[in-house]
């Protein structure tokens, strides 16, 4: 929503200080179009150029993920540490043996299955799998430095895979003021070729030129840099989550008391996601 907002305030307050200073907002208007498609043209083909399909496809998930906000909310923090505690204490209290189905096949799962929205996501699925899956292995006998490097390179790798879209856009933000200079250079040699026509028709040739480099200018710094800094808050507060399933098993292993695993998980969480030690600590021990 929030996105939307602001660019209808960047539009209005453009266009309508243009406007209100006596500006003719017909010959830019006019001229708009055509400076566009040359504009926007170019940078699909720069894109399409610089980009393979999937990438692409991943460019448009980012732009939702700009409407839609960040994924997780207080709930999924909460689901996630409960999750995770749960394994956590079958693997202490029963031993890795007991744990191996879990973390085999999370989707038949009796622990998995109570938090359906977290199961469905596979990037944290997989993380918490695929780390237990090697201390089930080792029978508990892993050095928990060497998990924690494990993890570390996981959440790495699924933090730059999920950056792809972002470094798209910024990419095409630097690019843009070029392609309205490019706009604006063809716009030159068109009025260059009528060199011999009256002044007047001469100036609005020249600023329909201007035109180009204007649009350059405002979709790169006005829209699209302006998205791919919401899209990388996103990310960043996104992968808060990541960290929260890495603490909690990294201070399982080490052997700390709950009330430290607790603080360890709830450390790395936004203030505006972050839950009560309190809501943390009951919720644990119900169950």
């Known amino acids: 929503m929030f996105p939307v907002i602001g660019l209808v305030v960047l539009l209005v307050m453009v266009f309508g200080g ?10 830019v208007m006019e001229a708009i179009p055509h400076e566009m498609l040359i504009i926007g043209g170019a940078a699909l083909g720069s894109l399409i ?4 399909g999937k990438e692409l496809k991943a460019m448009g998930g980012g732009l939702m993920k700009v409407l839609k906000g960040p994924k997780y909310k207080k709930q999924d923090y909460l689901d996630t540490i409960f999750l995770v505690s749960k394994l956590m204490k079958m693997l202490r209290t029963e031993g890795p043996i007991a744990l ?12 998995f299955t109570e938090y359906p929205r977290l199961l469905a996501d596979h990037a944290l699925i997989s993380l918490i799998a ?9 029978s508990g006998t892993l050095d928990v430095h060497a998990v924690e490097d494990v993890m570390d390179n996981t959440i790495k790798t699924h933090h730059h895979e999920v950056q792809g879209p972002q470094t798209t856009l910024q990419t095409l933000a630097d690019a843009l003021p070029a392609l309205g200079i490019v706009a604006a250079v063809l716009g030159v040699v068109k009025t ?3 060199i011999d026509k009256p002044p007047s028709v001469l100036g609005a040739l020249i600023g329909s030129a201007l035109v180009g480099t204007f649009m350059g200018v405002l979709l790169a710094y006005g829209i699209v840099a302006p998205l791919a800094t919401r899209l990388q808050q996103i990310i960043d507060a996104d992968a808060a989550i990541y960290h929260t399933v890495k603490q909690i098993i990294i201070a399982s292993l080490h052997g700390h008391p709950q009330p430290l695993v607790i603080e360890a998980a709830r450390s790395g969480i936004a203030h505006n996601n972050q839950p009560g030690f309190a809501e943390v600590f009951d919720g644990l021990r119900g169950r």
């Open 100 to 111: 191996e189905p879990h973390v085999e096949d999370p989707k038949s799962s009796a622990i």
């Open 130 to 138: 695929d780390t237990l899956r090697l201390v089930v292995v080792s």
């Open 49 to 52: 150029i610089g980009n393979s």
């Open 18 to 27: 243009f406007a209100l200073t006596g500006g003719a907002l017909g010959p």
């Open 192 to 194: 260059m070729g009528s």
